[in-house]
């Protein structure tokens, strides 16, 4: 159970405080090397328990960018699809 942030981040930093589990590190941090924004799959936890969505999701100015990953805790979530709709 994990979201996913894709290569439309744009590195705005508003994901990053928003997250409960502090499993959201910047590019910087990001151990596969690429230039995004990265999720720790072993602490998201899809903000159940936090909130009705996930929270950097609803942070995110950039529509698409977060994903569900594969096998969404969230009911109704499906993987590869935006966690949040405008």
């Not at 151990?31 to 942070?59: L, M, Q, R, W």
Request: some cysteine; glycine content about 6%; aromatic content about 4%.
């Amino acid at each position: 159970m994990a979201v996913v942030i894709t290569d439309i981040c744009i590195s705005c930093d508003a994901c990053l405080d928003e997250c409960p589990t502090e499993a959201i590190v910047d590019n910087d941090e990001n151990p596969t090397g690429e230039d995004i924004y990265y999720v720790f799959e072993d602490k998201c936890v899809e903000c159940i328990g936090h909130n009705d969505s996930p929270a950097c999701a609803e942070a995110c100015p950039t529509e698409g960018c977060i994903v569900w990953g594969a096998n969404p805790s969230t009911e109704g979530a499906v993987a590869g699809q935006p966690c949040v709709e405008d």
